[in-house]
T-cell receptor
Framework: KQEVTQIPAALSVPEGENLVLNCSFT??????LQWFRQDPGKGLTSLLL???SQREQTSGRLNASLDKSSGRSTLYIAASQPGDSATYLC?????????????WGAGTKLIIKP | NAGVTQTPKFQVLKTGQSMTLQCAQD?????MYWYRQDPGMGLRLIYY???????DKGEVPNGYNVSRLNKREFSLRLESAAPSQTSVYFC????????????FGPGTRLLVL
């Protein structure tokens, strides 16, 4: 059964730093992996989606990488800002999981200190 | 530009009470989903509806029922609430079941005493 882990559970860094969030998964047979952002009291917003054939995706200051063989993905945030403070979740869509279900990590709560 | 809306935002129930969580989307999406989110855990799929008129169980369906009322609306019912159902519930929608991007509502925070 696919399991997705995000470490650390929480991270606090000063504004302006570059940072990396980690996501690991146990089964490399995946269609894709997505990174989401969740703000308090709000729903989730999709940030980046990496197909299994891709190595990375970029959107503005965000860069997500995927290494299927090692079961890892990273979300790189450049020049962090207080507005980046949120919980970041990753989710994988496994080939062996039925009905296109997403398997989710528990998230990393990111705090950017001004 | 409403997207996905959920009601209520917050609810307190006593054990054994019933309630229905409402979800509606205005994006003409075919597929809709109900998730629960518990502290320290990822989202877990409760039920989903691939298209109007169909519903299927997800990972944690026990204790819940759903109704796809029409293309826009997908409700989640707790017939006899239990403290273990204390959670934040999210509704989501996508163009169809194969589409990667799901759009989420703001969530319903449910406390069962």
């Amino acid at each position: 059964k696919q399991e997705v882990t995000q470490i650390p559970a929480a991270l606090s860094v000063p504004e302006g730093e570059n940072l990396v969030l980690n996501c690991s998964f146990t089964d490399s047979a995946i269609y894709n992996l997505q990174w989401f952002r969740q703000d308090p009291g709000k729903g989730l917003t999709s940030l980046l989606l990496i197909q299994s054939s891709q190595r990375e995706q970029t959107s503005g200051r965000l860069n997500a990488s995927l290494d299927k063989s090692s079961g890892r993905s990273t979300l790189y945030i450049a020049a962090s800002q207080p507005g980046d403070s949120a919980t970041y979740l990753c989710a994988v869509r496994g080939i062996l999981d039925s009905n296109y279900q997403l398997i989710w990590g528990a998230g990393t709560k990111l705090i950017i200190k001004p | 530009n409403a997207g996905v809306t959920q009601t209520p935002k917050f609810q307190v129930l006593k054990t054994g009470q019933s309630m229905t969580l409402q979800c509606a989307q205005d994006m003409n999406h075919n597929s809709m989903y109900w998730y629960r989110q518990d502290p320290g855990m990822g989202l877990r799929l409760i039920y989903y509806s691939a298209s109007e008129g169909t519903t299927d169980k997800g990972e944690v369906p026990n204790g819940y029922n759903v109704s796809r009322l029409n293309k826009r609306e997908f409700s989640l019912r707790l017939e006899s609430a239990a403290p273990s159902q204390t959670s934040v519930y999210f509704c989501a929608s996508s163009e169809d079941i194969t589409q990667e991007t799901q759009y989420f509502g703001p969530g319903t925070r449910l406390l069962v005493l």
